[in-house]
């Protein structure tokens, strides 16, 4: 699996835990959106697509199967927010 783009839409809200949102495309044939960035207390991390379901519960829509493509993907779009927040400022 190769990460061949990540875009970033940066949330504009100061107070909030959710810094931005990113949709990664996978081998140039497979797009997700709506990867959450959350500033948590040990730091930033993603949150992959979830819905709410009848009980209340959040599931994830997509989401990696194993540990070292979480972390590739943890990786590749938090170094793409930490670009494109540099930008910003």
Known sequence: ????????RL???EDTKLKAVA???IDDCLV???IK???GKDG???SMPSRKTPDG?????VHPINTETREELKNT??????????IEE
Not at 1 to 8: A, E, G, L, S, Y
Not at 77 to 86: D, G, Q, S
Request: aromatic share 8%; net charge negative.
């Open 44 to 46: 930033l991390f993603i």
């Open 32 to 34: 997700v959106h709506d």
């Open 23 to 25: 949709s990664i495309t």
């Open 1 to 8: 699996m190769k990460i061949t783009d990540v875009r970033v």
């Open 37 to 39: 960035i959350i500033n």
């Open 77 to 86: 779009i938090l170094e793409a927010y930490e670009k494109e927040n540099k």
């Open 11 to 13: 949330v504009s809200k």
């Open 57 to 61: 519960e959040y599931k994830d829509i």
